[in-house]
């Protein structure tokens, strides 16, 4: 107690110190991949191959699409995989894909880059994606969900916003 007198002006001292002048940042160092595509909706002619019907046969199509890649924080991106998810209104996810590289994609100062890929979609993909709509009239439309992974320099990985593709699966 006879040491009271010198807890208020230390305080006061340890809190003018604690105070900043300035402003204070902070400084985001992940890079940030935007993902897009040159197609809005596409159709598949997926034929039925077998007599049992769609679920059963060997048929399929596919369609190429270009995808641009384009790095925006000016920080180094490295693309390692590309996920393709086909989903539908019912059943969710019906099959996933992903494209993996042997060599990392290398994007950065605000560099864009364009890849194409391939989506498929089989006599399965198409019966479960006609299944889901309630009417079996060999038309149904589904989703692919398009995603970049990559990573930083120093190793961190990300994902990048999903790319939605609808798609319409029609019986010639």
Do not use: H
């Amino acid at each position: 107690m006879k040491y009271i007198y010198l807890f208020f002006p230390l305080s006061f001292i340890l809190f003018l110190v604690s105070c900043s002048i300035g402003s204070i940042y902070v400084y985001n160092y992940q890079p940030v991949l935007k993902i897009s595509g040159d197609t809005t909706e596409t159709s598949f002619f997926v034929q039925d191959l077998s007599p049992d019907g769609w679920y059963y046969g060997n048929g399929v199509d596919s369609f190429s699409i270009k995808i641009l890649l384009s790095e925006t924080k000016d920080v180094e991106a490295y693309l390692s995989d590309i996920e393709c998810d086909l989903v539908c209104e019912t059943y969710g996810s019906i099959k996933e894909d992903r494209i993996s590289f042997l060599k990392p994609l290398e994007l950065k100062n605000s560099k864009s880059d364009t890849i194409i890929i391939s989506l498929t979609v089989n006599e399965n993909n198409a019966y479960w994606i006609d299944l889901s709509d309630g009417i079996n009239d060999n038309v149904g439309k589904g989703v692919f969900i398009i995603k970049a992974l990559y990573y930083d320099e120093f190793g961190k990985s990300y994902e990048s916003l999903p790319f939605y593709l609808p798609i319409k699966v029609i019986k010639p």
